[in-house]
Structure formats: C-alpha cells, structure tokens
C-alpha cells in the first residue's frame, strides 16, 4: 500500500513562495514517476510538474515554468514542489501524484489518469 500525505499549504502574498511536500510511505518514490497536479473548484485538475529520475522537474506546465520545481530527498523518501513568484492564479488544491508506469511524454505526464495513487491535497491560496 503507497500512502501520499502533502504538507505545506497555506496563504501567501503575491510574488511569495511555498514549499510543499509529499511525504511517501510504502515504497520508494524512486519506484514511481512522480507529479505535481492542481485544481480548483469547478475545473478539471490540471498537471503542474513532474520529477525525473535524476531528482529535477523533468517537465512543468507553460504556466509555472521558471517559477516552480520539483526535487526529491531520498533520505526522508519526500518530494517537494518549490513555488516561487506565486500570483493569485496560482490559487488551487495541490496534489501529489505517483505513477508506476508514466512515461516522459509530455502528453502522458500531463494525464491525470495515468497516476495510479494521489495524496490529499493540500490548499495554497496566494492573495494580498
């Protein structure tokens, strides 16, 4: 059983940051193609970014590119989604994903239904 808890919502100013985590218990996160996904109320959940087997954003969103990253610490078996430069768009309910077999096709990364487990999300809110 692959268990995802995330942490580290919460409100933040425009132009602020968040660091939020996926805390993975079950296996590996090496194990899995790992994501980053959002939505927000009355919208389809939308892909963000996604974490190479390397430990870096192996592909983001147009949207977030150059603000946001991905990156892993096999050690506590976390992985993390940096936001940096947040604007009010960015406004959602984040999830962290995990995939056993996703691979790094754009087009499939971005398929929500391509992940097999999901987290519960975690609420950031960017507003003055």
């Known amino acids: 059983q692959v268990r995802l808890v995330e942490s580290g919502g919460g409100l933040v100013l425009p132009g602020g940051s968040l660091r939020l985590s996926c805390a993975v218990s079950?296996?590996?996160?090496?194990?899995?193609?790992m994501a980053w996904f959002r939505q927000v109320p009355g919208k389809e959940r939308e892909f963000v970014a996604a974490l190479g087997k390397g430990g870096g954003t192996i592909y983001a969103d147009d949207s977030v590119r150059g603000r946001f990253s991905v990156s892993r610490d096999n050690a506590k078996n976390t992985v993390y989604l940096q936001m940096n430069e947040l604007k009010p768009e960015d406004t959602a309910l984040y999830y962290c994903?995990?995939?056993?077999?996703?691979?790094?096709?754009?087009?499939?990364?971005?398929?929500?239904?391509?992940?097999?487990?999901w987290g519960q999300g975690t609420q950031v809110t960017v507003s003055s």
């Open positions: 994903a995990a995939g056993r077999d996703v691979p790094v096709i754009p087009t499939i990364l971005r398929m929500s239904g391509k992940y097999d487990f």
């Open positions: 079950g296996r590996s996160t090496s194990d899995y193609r």
